[in-house]
């Protein structure tokens, strides 16, 4: 069954706004990864985190490992057109050797 | 110089018919992955090969059967085609078992 619920489901912003995201679970992660989705693409990966309270960026992208290990959020800065697609958590539990995917946030923007 | 290719891109066919996936994956990765999409955007894992050793089987119908030729190969072959089997198929490669994953363009598939 779904392991990971991700929030929001679908976003609508201007752009230049922030936006963040984000994932949870009531299990225990070892790794936490994003990804987005564009239209007739497969996933991209933007961003890994491998250790509780790991911070990393991706240019305006930013992502962090929750320190519950239970938990991850992503946040874009100063949205732009080309930032539109589906945003897909996805997280490796302790002692998985699978990803286990959100739902996907689908982020609209407004220019 | 594409990393994780896949053919088709697009497969229509009629219910009942026998159709193959194609995957190929140029990164020296030695772990590749079958994932189904569905009209609802959600992943889920089906297959997970290791140099060519099955790894992972989700519970997916004895339809659906992976082949692995060599480890940048992992095809997949589906008898019997349903009209639940209609979804966008994405093939995937990472090195071991629980680092990166990346994704291939993905097929979609529509059974008639």
């Known amino acids: 069954g779904q392991q990971l619920n991700q929030s929001p489901q679908s976003m609508f912003i201007q752009e230049g706004e922030d936006v963040s995201m984000n994932c949870t679970s009531s299990?225990?992660?070892?790794?936490w990864l994003w990804y987005k989705q564009e239209p007739g693409e497969g996933p991209v990966l933007l961003i890994a985190l491998y250790k509780a309270g790991e911070l990393t960026s991706n240019g305006r992208l930013t992502a962090q490992f929750g320190i519950t290990r239970k938990d991850s959020f992503l946040n874009i800065s100063a949205s732009i057109p080309s930032d539109v697609g589906i945003y897909f958590c996805a997280g490796i539990i302790q002692g998985a050797q699978k990803l286990v995917f959100g739902q996907g946030t689908r982020l609209t923007i407004n220019p | 110089d594409t990393a994780v290719s896949q053919t088709p891109k697009y497969l229509v066919t009629q219910m009942g018919n026998d159709k193959s996936i194609k995957c190929e994956q140029n990164l020296g990765h030695d772990t590749m992955y079958w994932y189904k999409q569905d009209s609802k955007k959600f992943l889920k894992i089906m297959f997970s090969y290791n140099n060519k050793e099955l790894i992972i089987n989700e519970t997916v119908p004895n339809r659906f059967s992976p082949k692995s030729p060599d480890k940048a190969h992992l095809n997949l072959h589906i008898n019997s085609l349903e009209l639940g089997d209609s979804a966008v198929y994405f093939c995937a490669s990472a090195t071991g078992f629980v680092y990166e994953q990346y994704f291939g363009p993905g097929t979609r598939l529509t059974v008639t």
């Open positions: 299990s225990i992660f070892n790794t």
